[in-house]
């Protein structure tokens, strides 16, 4: 849980960074106020959210294990839990 976490909080930060290194790259500097106005923060929170939900779409579909395996849960035996795992 604590891993799909990160990837979101990433894929969300990603463009912010990427202006961010944009604004440095051709202003020398982090910028001023305009350079991070309400307009271009409402933006790069959409591209964000958009960018977060693509993650999430891809580490859910193509992560995990193969659809062929099955699913065994964690049991109780002689008193140790064995964790479950796709066999």
Do not use: C
């Amino acid at each position: 849980m604590a891993r799909l976490l990160a990837y979101n909080l990433a894929f969300f930060l990603l463009p912010f960074v990427v202006y961010g290194v944009y604004i440095v790259l051709t202003r020398r500097s982090l910028g001023t106020s305009d350079d991070w106005s309400l307009k271009v923060f409402g933006w790069l929170l959409l591209a964000g959210a958009a960018v977060m939900l693509v993650g999430l779409f891809l580490v859910t579909t193509f992560g995990g294990a193969s659809p062929n395996l099955d699913y065994h849960p964690a049991t109780l035996r002689d008193g140790q839990i064995v964790p479950g795992g796709f066999e």
